[in-house]
């Protein structure tokens, strides 16, 4: 999200934590130190996509870490939305690549699936076109992503999988006392309603808001973009 951090930061002052940690709890922690060494407490925390997850876990453990949470293309709550995804993504490849999708996704379930940073690399790459609605020719963040680790997404995402499955990912959201908001792309293949149903459920003070023309990752979206910072201002006070 450097993009997006570095657009932000020409109003306020923003951290933008890396995760390095290959252990759901070792990021929790990660995260958790870095706003209370660096941060000026309480937060707004934005987390997009996995760190949707991640920043909603947070603000649950640690209330008084966060005045604000912003959910930004986070995956769904519950487990029966998990097929939606699959098939919206099955349903934007082309024979071939549906094939090779599903043989990578294996591959990096798999404990002995060789080179996983090279084959969650490819996989990226491919959600690249299962997850854009209109991209910007020249994307902002091309160029500065990190690399890919598949020793990390290996060992939080089988963590993060069963706590959706067993249902207590959804269950913290009772504990967040903060003012919750969730962007969301309509285009972009993690079903809107499994963010926004459940969450409506179990916030006290929950909005979701859905952008006309956009995939998984608003900042790159030629006809959301500004829609999406203007939000984020907004919402930040800016």
């Not at 922690?29 to 876990?57: C, Q, Y």
Request: hydrophobic share 45%; glycine share 8%.
């Amino acid at each position: 999200m450097a993009p997006v951090a570095r657009e932000l930061a020409r109003h306020r002052g923003v951290l933008e934590p890396i995760q390095t940690a290959v252990t759901l709890e070792g990021q929790v922690d990660e995260l958790k130190t870095v706003l209370e060494r660096h941060g000026d407490r309480p937060v707004a925390l934005i987390g997009f996509s996995w760190g949707a997850w991640l920043s909603f876990i947070v603000a649950a453990r640690y209330p008084e870490l966060v005045r604000k949470l912003i959910l930004v293309g986070s995956g769904p709550f519950e487990e029966r939305y998990a097929a939606a995804l699959q098939a919206a993504r099955m349903g934007r490849l082309n024979e071939e690549e549906r094939a090779e999708f599903k043989a990578l996704l294996a591959a990096l379930a798999d404990p002995a699936g060789g080179d996983k940073s090279a084959r969650l690399a490819r996989l990226g790459a491919l959600a690249t076109k299962t997850d854009t609605y209109d991209p910007l020719p020249d994307a902002p963040e091309e160029g500065e992503r990190a690399a890919a680790q598949g020793d990390i997404f290996q060992g939080v995402w089988t963590a993060a999988a069963e706590m959706r499955k067993s249902g207590d990912l959804l269950a913290l959201g009772r504990r967040i006392r903060c003012p919750v908001v969730a962007i969301h792309g309509d285009a972009d293949p993690h079903p809107a309603a499994g963010v926004e149903k459940p969450l409506t459920e179990v916030l006290r003070d929950f909005r979701f808001i859905l952008l006309r023309h956009c995939g998984h990752k608003p900042w790159i979206e030629r006809q959301a973009r500004d829609e999406f910072y203007a939000v984020l201002e907004r919402e930040l006070g800016g």
